[in-house]
């Protein structure tokens, strides 16, 4: 099989692509819902298991993913249709597909708020009321049955818009100047957060874990899920990704620097998150609207915290930005080549479908609050679906089509491991390990063990 196929796009260098899938990686998953469901997980004990979770479960099957696409050089679901024609796996591709739709649409609700918090750190900050401070200034905004549309819409034009440039003048260019200004920002802003008095507390919070909460299932879903969700796992981001990279650039030190990247933001954001959670008196177990909340508050205690709030929202869109791209990239890569949409037909479309798509999730916020599936608000329904179900699922599929489905030594050959230990290592956790664990936290989270 030849590597490359006549006619489809390429990255321009392998950094280029290291740093797209970096910031297809580091998004709002890192501060905005990282620091909520780490507050709402009970702190250190489900961070030590999301780190594992990282670490055993989610470098092996970014590996996968980046193996698949290089190889196949084609979409998802084209790609399982390459290397295993008429087989079931193809179905990981299609729930991948279906993910994208699904995240994308409550994915652009928040960068949304974030756009909207950035126009007004413009104006001086977001503008209180009497009542409520920041917590009741997020609550009206969200609540409200247009304005937060509104951001919505603009924040899927923006990555229509990337995505109809394509991927080297588009996806390619916008990353290498944003995500090292987003990371300079957060390490200074982490660095005042812990001068605001309540670093201990912080501390203790992230990094002495109450054992007690492991005793709870759903923590380890949660874990597992936001491990997927921040590494932009199991629903073929990063096969698409992959399918971009031609032969020459090694793969294993990419997964690891994508990984290693964003847990690391994601440390980080804690870092600048819960010291003022805690010198606030904000409560960890806040909800979706922690960072909203928080950050607000730690720029009002800064001296020209208003530059502080507008960079900080800028690069925290620009961020979501980066992901955004590569969720709707995945939907665009596969329409294209299935209907032969040209790019820029595809994007418009999907961006427009997904808009529609993500509606409900902000209106379930304020008008249609009463709408609760088994305890979960419209939006809280849409991300537990794709991010605790379809995308461990996801990733199960890639992990057995990799471990079992596909050739050993054409595997190795192709993820650059070649037969080596750790190539072998990283088979064993594909076939058995990554599978079993995946299917047991399964299996505990719907209470069956
Ligand atoms: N990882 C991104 C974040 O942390 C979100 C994201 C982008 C994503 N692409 C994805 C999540 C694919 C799951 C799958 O914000």
Redesign the pocket.
């Known amino acids: 099989m030849s590597d490359l196929k006549v006619g489809r796009e390429q990255w321009g260098s392998r950094l280029g692509f290291i740093l797209a899938a970096m910031g297809?990686?580091?998004?709002?998953?890192?501060i905005w819902?990282f620091a909520y469901v780490t507050g709402e997980s009970g702190g250190a004990a489900f961070l030590l298991i999301y780190i594992l979770c990282i670490l055993a479960i989610g470098v092996p099957i970014l590996m996968a993913e980046f193996t698949i696409g290089r190889r196949a050089q084609s979409d998802v679901v084209g790609s399982f249709e390459t290397l295993a024609p008429g087989k079931p796996w193809v179905l990981a591709g299609i729930l991948g597909v279906a993910?994208a739709f699904i995240?994308l649409s409550f994915?652009s609700v928040v960068a949304g708020w974030s756009l909207h918090y950035f126009v007004q750190y413009f104006t001086g900050g977001p503008s209180l009321g009497t009542e409520g401070g920041y917590g009741g200034y997020f609550g009206e905004f969200i609540t409200s049955p247009l304005q937060p549309l509104i951001w919505q819409f603009i924040f899927m034009a923006f990555t229509v818009g990337i995505v109809y440039v394509g991927v080297k003048k588009g996806i390619e260019k916008s990353n290498k100047i944003l995500m090292p200004l987003l990371a300079v920002l957060v390490i200074v802003l982490a660095g005042y957060s812990m001068t605001l008095g309540g670093t201990r507390e912080a501390l203790n919070f992230l990094f002495s874990p109450d054992w007690s909460s492991l005793r709870d299932p759903e923590v380890y879903l949660a874990a597992l899920g936001q491990a997927?969700?921040?590494?932009?796992?199991?629903?073929g981001?990063l096969i698409t990704y992959g399918s971009y990279l031609s032969k020459d650039h090694k793969l294993p030190g990419a997964a690891v620097s994508v990984a290693s990247l964003d847990t690391v933001f994601a440390i980080i954001a804690g870092l600048m998150i819960f010291p003022a959670v805690f010198a606030f008196g904000i409560a960890p177990d806040d909800g979706p609207g922690l960072v909203f909340v928080t950050l607000p508050e730690i720029f009002d205690n800064m001296t020209g915290g208003v530059l502080f709030g507008l960079a900080f929202f800028f690069l925290l869109s620009a961020a979501a930005l980066s992901?955004g791209v590569?969720?709707l990239e995945v939907a665009v890569a596969y329409f294209m080549r299935k209907f032969q949409w040209s790019r820029q037909k595809a994007a418009i479309f999907i961006g427009f479908i997904i808009f529609i798509l993500g509606i409900p999730s902000s209106l379930g916020m304020g008008i249609l609050s009463d709408v609760v599936i088994f305890g979960r608000d419209i939006f809280d329904t849409m991300d537990f679906i794709a991010s605790n179900v379809f995308?461990p699922i996801g990733g199960l599929i890639i992990a057995l089509f990799v471990g079992w489905g596909w050739n050993k030594a054409e595997v190795l050959d192709a993820s650059d491991f070649g037969n080596t230990p750790i190539g072998n290592i990283w088979i064993f956790i594909l076939r058995f390990f990554a599978p079993v664990a995946i299917f047991l936290i399964f299996l505990s989270a719907i209470g069956v063990i």
């Open positions: 297809s990686a580091v998004g709002l998953g890192n819902r993910s995240i994915y997927f969700f921040s590494l932009s796992l199991g629903m981001a992901s590569s969720l995308l």
